[in-house]
């Protein structure tokens, strides 16, 4: 009962891929060439056969990972010459299978949907801290790995945050290397140059270029100057992040309405997300169950933006008082081409409407000249596209 699937012989010219062939179809192509051995394993054989030079092996996929304190976005190829984008929320939740008692996982949006009493957010501070967060964030991304059926022949590479916390790098990496994907390459690059990758156009001129780039995250706002790809100088506060507009965010509202709604975290980002807007905010109406049974209608109207608007003050505050001044001092040169250049505003914080002309506006004020500010079409997935243009790059120089 050998190979009844296929109707012709194969020959050099219409094999594509030595891996689709069963043992006896790669006999009988095995059989047109004199030095090979045809009674060898199957994997001998194509070894054999892809050292005639007629097959190649398929070339990896570049794929670009993204993984973030709040979301995870990973780009990969669409296979019709386009890519696909993953995202979901970084969280997983377990529970026990009802009929067989195994543990089960639950990642992403459904865990958090479906989980919130138990869902777990393992890189709430940004990198994988300790071994039990680290086993947490692998769990996860298998589980997201298995469910997009991402490929394991593939060129990975993934943004990392400007920190210098060498062993929650380590850990990250510990993450990516174990994970099913990346057998051809996995490397690493700065997340704000990865998502001014898209911020700059098609191609990949941020990495030819000289600029200042701002990344506005969960837990950190790091300010990097490059130059061609290299960080010339770095800077990061975790005083000014996304975090801290949803703590402000959730104590606003109970002050707004003197004490009878308590938000958490969550709701508190989710407002954020869905309302935050510097070119049209509108009031908006919400609904809390009261502890005593009843529900309890209430309006938000200053809470969301005055938080925002605190966030961009303390942002253009530290890029122009202490992230430039220490350009200027480190890099003259660099400062002085750097300035002249758009500033790339990159990380899930400028997704609100409106706040890359804000800043651009109050940064020229507090700077007294005329700064340019860009950032990229959709900031939540920049960062792993960038990274996947940059992996795609790597595979066309063969650089596996
Ligand atoms: N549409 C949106 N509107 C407003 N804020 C958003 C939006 N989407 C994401 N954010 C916010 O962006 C932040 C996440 O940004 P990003 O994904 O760059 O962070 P991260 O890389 O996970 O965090 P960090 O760099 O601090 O580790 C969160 O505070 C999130 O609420
Ligand atoms: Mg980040």
Known sequence: MSDQNSGEIPTPGNVSNLDDLTYSELRQLATQYEEVDGSASSEEIKEQLRATGDFADDDPQPVGVKLGSTRTVVVAPDGKGGTNIHRTLTCLATYEDALTGEERVLYGDQAATEYPDRVQYMLRSGLPQDQRSTELAKQFFSAFIASHDLPENSAVVYAIPALE????????????????????????????????????????????????????????????????????????TGAVTGNEVDRRIASYVQEETQGRVNIDRTTAREYKEQYADF??????????????????????????????????????????????????????????????????????????????????????????????????????????????????????????
């Open 279 to 400: 070119v049209s905010f509108q009031s908006f109406t919400d609904v809390v169950q009261q502890p005593g049974g009843g529900a309890h209608e209430f309006t938000i109207e200053d809470s969301v933006m005055d938080a925002m608007e605190e966030y961009v003050d303390s942002v253009v505050d530290e890029v122009a008082n202490n992230f430039l001044p220490r350009v200027a001092n480190d890099h003259m040169k660099t400062y002085n081409t750097a300035l002249e250049r758009p500033i790339v505003l990159t990380g899930g914080m400028v997704a609100v409407r409106g706040i890359t002309e804000e800043i651009e506006k109050r940064l020229s004020a507090e700077l007294q000249r005329e700064i340019d500010v860009i950032g990229p079409e959709d900031p939540v997935s920049a960062a792993a596209e960038g990274a996947q243009r940059i992996a795609a790059r790597l595979v066309e120089q063969e650089a596996y």
């Open 165 to 236: 916390n060498e062993q929650g790098l380590e850990h990250l990496k510990d993450v990516i290397e174990s994970s099913n994907i990346g057998n051809a390459l996995i490397r690493s690059y700065p997340e704000s140059l990865c998502a001014s990758i898209p911020a700059m156009g098609d191609g990949l001129r941020a990495i030819d270029d000289i600029f200042i780039a701002i990344n506005m995250g969960s837990t950190n706002l790091e300010a990097s100057a490059y130059r061609r790809g290299e960080q010339v100088t770095r800077y990061a």
